[in-house]
T-cell receptor
């Protein structure tokens, strides 16, 4: 079945440590790929996106993500986590090139940051 | 920076009542969406809207739901007869053509059905 999988429901990292959040998708063609962040009580903020080209994309707040076609993955990384990064992170795809196409979201990964 | 706004931020209603959730998308955007997030679950697509008509809708978006763009700025979601299971956070989003469906989300309306 077509889906977006975030295998880690909850991750805790120490402030200053590196972070990698995993995302896998199962679609035949390469979809458009996104990472969103949701702080408590807030809406969804777009961190970064991949459409084509360079497979390492940079986003806001020091985040980056790497698209790996062979692994159907789009993992989010940050070299040094700050306490303010504590939030829920959602990977999302637009499965087919389609103007106005819907986003399909993963289950989300909740990130906790310890001092 | 332009943003999507939603009102109200929190709506409490009794089962069977009608509710209208309001959104003002970003002004030059042409595609509009509603999503919902039941507490503790993932964000789910409800409906997309373009050129004054529904482009796509999910199985969740049954006859109880409707959307409208009553004027040049507002985009509304109406639930005709609310059920307990409609309690969720409802997000509006918008996107502009040619951006690969980069969608910008509003802060959400928390709907509580009692």
């Amino acid at each position: 079945a077509q889906s977006v999988t975030q295998p880690d429901i909850h991750i805790t990292v120490s402030e200053g440590a590196s972070l990698e959040l995993r995302c896998n998708y199962s679609y035949g063609a390469t979809p458009y790929l996104f990472w969103y962040v949701q702080s408590p009580g807030q809406g969804l903020q777009l961190l970064l996106k991949y459409f084509s080209g360079d497979t390492l994309v940079q986003g806001i707040k020091g985040f980056e993500a790497e698209f790996k076609r062979s692994q159907s993955s789009f993992n989010l990384r940050k070299p040094s986590v700050h306490w303010s990064d504590a939030a829920e992170y959602f990977c999302a795809v637009v499965p087919f090139f389609n103007q106005g196409g819907k986003l399909i979201f993963g289950q989300g990964t909740e990130l906790s940051v310890k001092p | 920076e332009p943003e999507v706004t939603q009102t109200p931020s929190h709506q409490v209603t009794q089962m069977g009542q009608e509710v209208i959730l309001r959104c003002v998308p970003i002004s030059n955007h042409l595609y509009f969406y509603w999503y919902r997030q039941i507490l503790g679950q993932k964000v789910e697509f409800l409906v997309s809207f373009y050129n004054n008509e529904i482009s796509e809708k999910s199985e969740i978006f049954d006859d109880q739901f409707s959307v409208e763009r009553p004027d040049g700025s507002n985009f509304t979601l109406k639930i005709r007869s609310t059920k307990l299971e409609d309690s969720a956070m409802y997000f509006c989003a918008s996107s502009e053509p040619g951006t690969g469906n980069e969608q910008y989300f509003g802060p959400g309306t928390r709907l509580t059905v009692t």
